[in-house]
């Protein structure tokens, strides 16, 4: 059997870079998560190199929606906002670093990468999926914000900043658009609207 087989890699895998990320810019995994994402991609190379399976590569940048984990920056504030509008919790909102910089897509825009990835990548190709925009956390918090139904004070909280943070992590998608014809619709402040709705029916 010759299955054509998409690999959800991580951009986690790139070094650290104040330009664009290419598929082709240097590899430096800081973390055992981004190097066991290397390491699935160098098995899934050599799964098509060797013994001929289709493989697609994908390295994903941020992405955010409804149902993600508050332990990411925007689902935890969007939360936190439907928490405060709910009474449940004081109208202070706790956050880390809002200066870092990220190139963040809708999940539903990522899973349509994938899907496209899948009928027409070319096999042994790695995909940078991603926006070409980076937001600044700053910019989503003020996003939510401005959704909110009440007053919010906004206070940072030292236990939420990671020692590690990457100022900047920003992709080229050149090679997904050209190959496959894919590219984002669903602008950050519709995602930002469908977090933030979910957190409320949610709390």
């Not at 590569?57 to 409804?66: E, T």
């Not at 202070?92 to 899973?111: E, H, K, M, P, Q």
């Not at 658009?177 to 950050?188: A, F, M, T, Y």
């Amino acid at each position: 059997l010759r299955p054509r087989v998409l690999v959800s890699g991580s951009a986690a895998i790139y070094a650290p870079s104040a330009q664009p990320i290419t598929e082709s810019s240097p590899l430096a995994p800081a973390s055992p998560y981004a190097t066991s994402k290397l390491a699935q991609e160098m098995l899934a190379a050599q799964a098509w190199y060797e013994q001929g399976i289709p493989v697609v590569l994908a390295r994903s940048f941020n992405h955010v929606g409804p149902r993600q984990t508050p332990s990411y920056v925007a689902p935890s504030i969007a939360r936190q906002v439907a928490l405060i509008e709910a009474g449940r919790i004081d109208p202070v909102l706790r956050v880390g670093n809002l200066d870092s910089r990220r190139d963040i897509t809708d999940v539903r825009d990522t899973v349509r990468a994938y899907r496209a990835l899948a009928e027409r990548g070319t096999p042994g190709q790695a995909y940078n999926v991603c926006s070409g925009q980076a937001h600044t956390m700053r910019h989503l918090l003020d996003g939510l914000l401005g959704l909110a139904r009440v007053r919010v004070t906004v206070v940072p909280d030292p236990g939420r900043f990671r020692p590690n943070d990457t100022p900047l992590l920003l992709g080229d998608p050149s090679r997904i658009r050209r190959d496959v014809g894919w590219q984002p619709l669903i602008s950050i402040e519709q995602t930002l609207c469908a977090l933030l709705d979910y957190w409320r029916q949610t709390v």
